[in-house]
């Protein structure tokens, strides 16, 4: 990564961590309904250019692979790439809050109202509603991988597991890791 | 006390264990959470639906889980012990990877991972259905939004709202 440090772009010096967390904040709350992996790249290397878009994407190629919400871990990375540990920290808790505080406002409102008939009806339409949402990102982040062979082997093998055996997941990723790494290790085409 | 120490240690667990984002963690989290914390199947579906309205990373829910199980200090062991020891891995992957860089396995362990993930999803997408697709209203409203979502631009959110009004007219409807 060291030979992008001079890029075509001049970036842009430190922000200061008020300034960071301002800006993740701002993410937090603005980014209704997704798509916060997108908010984050319009920040990071458009707007305030603190990220070149190869260091953008080396990050998001990690917060991909590492376990975690991508864009928490992308928060986490572009953070401590900025400001260190503390800007790790600083970024991640700008981008949590603002949904945290709706979240929770929602959560005491159910904890009070749940047993209520007709909130279970708008419950039922939000209900069904997410899982067509949730249908709808998996076909999306699927993409390609439906049609290859490899890919959708492996994904029917792991639903298997999980959905029809039962298998805890530490279980499913165990037994599906070793065999989808070795079917990917380096020199394999797609 | 101990109450709190096992909502951590089921949280951590799975926060090490979301592999390529939070969805891949459902069907766990609603199995563990239905035979260990007394949650059940709907009452899970119904937090994490209210959940993707809040703005922000799409796991929030998890504190309204952690509030319903032990209060306002549930909620905060909860974000914690489930944003903390990914981030923790992430952070010091991240520098790891400064210092030692490209590597040929890293793409390939990428490679391997997502569709496991995605396989996760899958199971996911099945878990939060089997408690929400209850009746053909439920189905048409789910296929509705489906439709709507990867076919035009709507805000997802606004998809969400309309069919919980819609929940609430048939509501009056039916009265």
């Known amino acids: 990564m060291s030979s992008q440090i001079q890029d075509d772009v001049q970036l842009a010096k430190s922000p200061s961590l008020g300034d960071l967390f301002i800006q993740f904040l701002i993410i937090g709350a603005v980014s209704f309904g997704g798509g916060i992996i997108a908010y984050e790249r319009i920040l990071l290397v458009e707007k305030r250019k603190w990220l070149s878009e190869d260091e953008f994407m080396a990050y998001l190629a990690i917060s991909q692979t590492m376990p975690g919400l991508n864009s928490v871990n992308l928060a986490v990375l572009a953070g401590d790439h900025l400001r260190g540990a503390l800007g790790a920290i600083t970024a991640t808790l700008g981008l949590i809050f603002p949904g945290s505080l709706l979240v929770l406002g929602f959560g005491m409102i159910y904890a009070s109202a749940s047993d209520h008939p007709s909130i279970n009806f708008i419950l039922a339409g939000i209900a069904a509603a997410a899982t067509g949402l949730l249908v709808a990102i998996t076909y999306k982040i699927g993409d390609t991988h439906w049609r290859h062979v490899k890919s959708l082997a492996i994904i029917v093998c792991t639903f298997i597991l999980m959905s029809i055996f039962k298998l805890a997941l530490p279980y499913v990723i165990l037994i599906m890791a070793p065999i989808s790494i070795y079917l990917y290790r380096p020199g394999q085409t797609q | ?175």
Request: positive net charge.
């Open chain 2, 1 to 175: 006390m101990s109450l709190l120490i096992h909502l951590a240690w089921t949280f951590a667990l799975l926060s090490v264990l979301a592999v390529g984002g939070g969805t891949a963690v459902l069907p766990e989290m609603q199995t563990i959470l239905a035979h260990q914390f007394g949650i059940d199947h709907t009452q899970f579906v119904h937090i994490y639906s209210v959940g993707q309205l809040a703005p922000g990373p799409n796991m929030l829910m998890v504190l309204v889980i952690g509030y319903q199980i032990a209060g306002l200090i549930g909620a905060g062991v909860v974000l914690l012990s489930f944003f903390l020891p990914s981030s923790l891995m992430c952070f010091y992957m991240g520098r790891l990877w400064n210092r030692f860089g490209e590597n040929p396995w890293r793409r390939s362990i990428q490679n391997a991972l997502e569709p496991i993930s995605i396989g996760l999803m899958s199971s996911g997408v099945y878990a939060v259905a089997k408690a929400s697709v209850v009746s053909g209203i439920t189905l048409a409203l789910a296929l509705v939004t489906l439709y709507l979502i990867l076919r035009t631009k709507i805000n997802p959110v606004l998809v969400i709202l309309g069919s919980g009004g819609f929940g609430a007219l048939l509501m009056a409807y039916l009265k």
